[in-house]
């Protein structure tokens, strides 16, 4: 029922561009989209895969954890498969868990990917208030401006609650399991090794920074990544421009009104973008081309997924 929900008011958001926007003319831009942007554009946001892969290793190894490269950039792009073409984005957070295969080290790898999303949202979330404060005008439609800032305040303060709170909470919970059986008591157990598996990060600030760090140029290529599709389509917004808008845009991805923002990214891509002077029909074909170029890019995970060998070697897990 609530996936239904979820996929109707995706649907409905999706179908808003379309009943306003000339559609011939979307058709007639992606007809025209110039190759080589595109192909450029993809090449690019391949390359995030195994920078995030390069991420995601440097946090396991703190905890012990060290599968190889390799092994981690094939989870990564299997969950990056799974994340787009299964209706949540945790699916796929779910999906690395189970592929990386760290016998006796679940809580510990779950511990890691929460860290990663947490970094990723660190830098979204900063490059989201400046886009807020440099250009509202984008953004100060049918109220959204205040609802973005809403966003953006309510996932900086959960970031602070997890880090601030994680320990103690996961102390808590250990207590109440207190190794008693029943679903409720296995479950805190479960969410109490996560938490505490957290406050190994605290202690390594260097690792945490270093991470940062990589988050950067991981957003540097989603703007270049939607600044190749506008100009691919004749769009001459500044890649200035389209690096204060693209953060939002990814921000309202990450709602859970539309299984993995389905319309509702294309909608606040339509939206900001021609608050900035992009034609609606251009922004509209840019939206639907960012949505394929990124399952293009997922597909490979589908692909390596199917040629795992079933009994694949556990990562070698130290401690």
């Known amino acids: 029922m609530t996936r239904g929900l979820k996929l109707a008011a995706g649907l ?46 440097l946090l396991l190894h703190v905890q012990g954890i060290r599968p190889g490269f390799l092994a981690a950039l094939q989870a990564y792009w299997i969950g990056s498969f799974f994340s787009n073409y299964l209706p949540s984005n945790v699916s796929g957070d779910v999906v690395r868990l189970v592929v990386l295969r760290a016998e006796g080290k679940r809580a510990e790898v779950a511990s890691s990917i929460l860290v990663e999303r947490l970094i990723g949202l660190v830098v979204l979330v900063a490059l989201a208030v400046l886009a807020l404060t440099l250009r509202p005008a984008y953004f100060d439609r049918f109220g959204l401006l205040e609802l973005l800032w809403l966003l953006v305040l309510g996932l900086a303060g959960a970031m602070a609650l997890v880090l601030v709170a994680g320990e103690p909470l996961g102390r808590w919970l250990q207590r109440r399991a207190g190794g008693r059986n029943g679903f409720a008591c296995r479950l805190m157990a479960i969410v109490a090794r996560v938490a505490l598996a957290l406050a190994v990060y605290r202690r390594r600030p260097m690792v945490l920074l270093g991470a940062l760090a990589l988050s950067l140029p991981f957003y540097g290529i989603l703007i270049l990544f939607q600044y190749l599709i506008l100009g691919a389509l004749g769009a001459s917004l500044p890649l200035a421009e389209v690096a204060l808008i693209a953060p939002l845009v990814q921000l309202v991805g990450l709602l859970p009104l539309a299984p993995n923002g389905l319309g509702l990214v294309e909608g606040a891509f339509v939206l900001f973008f021609v608050q900035a002077g992009v034609a609606p029909e251009i922004a509209l074909a840019a939206a639907l081309l960012r949505r394929i170029l990124s399952f293009a890019v997922s597909l490979v995970g589908g692909l390596i997924w199917l040629q795992r060998a079933p009994a694949a070697r556990p990562a070698r897990a130290e401690g």
Do not use: C, E, M, R
Request: avoid cysteine; charge should be neutral; hydrophobic fraction near 75%.
């Open 12 to 57: 409905a958001l999706l179908l808003v561009p379309f009943a306003i926007i000339d559609w011939a003319a979307t058709l007639a831009a992606l007809a025209g989209a110039a190759p080589l942007p595109l192909v450029v554009a993809l090449l690019a946001l391949s390359a995030n895969i195994p920078l995030s892969a390069v991420k995601w290793t």
